[in-house]
């Protein structure tokens, strides 16, 4: 069985629900990611990258109008976003949301025991085991214990909900994530720490990676092997690092 995360030709619509006007947004979408690869995907705004994420982890606002999608060679198009998480997809949002009321180590809790139910070798035997592991990679990826004891990113700054949530990709243990923006909103220390914990969390669990920004300055520290420019809903021109630089020195009119 191919290890890879694999989309072929994909082609996405919305559908206005006032007027049932549907819009196409990806137009013949085609990647492949393999484990412990860090793919980047750069492209001017309404290019069709959110739209990519989202579909990829099975939002139901977007219908899949052409092409597959598949996860390890098992095709993901007609599961739920649930079923594709627990075989090891993982989307960090642009913008986490607020759950007030659930602790985070219960939310990551919860989580976790749904993403290894068929697993059950994975599982903790009890509450506290659980929590000492959760410390554990919190200490690892420098996330403040503090935050565990509260509502999932009730109050927290941007910096915060995005290192909660890379501890949200390490505790899941991810065979691929799909980083929508998560630099978005980021001061400079946050951005690195954040990316570091990516870089990590890459290491630790050969997971592959594709990473959605505007600019190339996340990726100065997740140096992703390969980078995409995406517009008007397909990918146009794909290469090194090199290109993410060009891209921002020249901007995309004239790819």
């Known amino acids: 069985m191919p290890k890879t995360l694999q989309i ?3 082609q996405v619509s919305v559908v206005n629900q006032q ?3 549907r819009t196409t947004i990806l137009k013949g979408v085609s990647l492949t990611v393999k484990p412990g690869e860090v793919h980047a995907i750069m492209g001017p705004n309404g290019s ?3 739209t990519l994420a989202y579909t990829l982890a099975g939002h139901p606002f977007y219908e899949v109008t052409g092409g597959q999608i598949s996860l390890d060679g098992q095709d ?6 649930d079923e594709r998480a627990a075989q090891g997809l993982f989307l960090a949002f642009q913008y986490p949301v607020e759950v007030p009321g659930v602790k985070v180590q219960n939310f990551l809790r919860l989580a976790y025991n749904a993403r290894f139910a068929d697993h059950p070798e994975k599982l903790f035997p009890s509450v506290l085991a659980f929590r000492k592991h959760l410390e ?3 200490k690892e990826l420098k996330v403040n214990p503090e935050l565990l004891k509260r509502g999932l990113n009730e109050g927290f700054s941007g910096g915060e909900k995005k290192r909660v949530e890379i501890l949200q990709m390490a505790v899941l243990e991810p065979k691929y994530a799909i980083l929508d923006e998560t630099d978005s909103g980021l001061d400079v220390d946050a951005m ?3 990316s570091l914990g ?3 969390i890459i290491e630790k669990y050969n997971t592959g990676v594709v990473v959605i920004t505007h600019y190339q300055r996340i990726l100065k520290y997740l140096q992703p092997e390969f ?3 995406m517009k008007a809903g397909k990918i146009v021109q794909s290469g090194g690092r090199d290109l993410a630089e060009k891209m921002e020195a020249e901007g995309y009119e004239k790819v």
């Open 8 to 10: 072929k030709n994909l």
């Open 19 to 21: 007027t049932d006007e």
């Open 48 to 50: 069709g990258k959110s």
């Open 76 to 81: 993901i198009l007609e599961k739920s976003p």
């Open 136 to 138: 554990s990679l919190a």
């Open 192 to 194: 690195k720490a954040v």
């Open 198 to 200: 990516v870089k990590k």
């Open 227 to 229: 980078v995409h420019v």
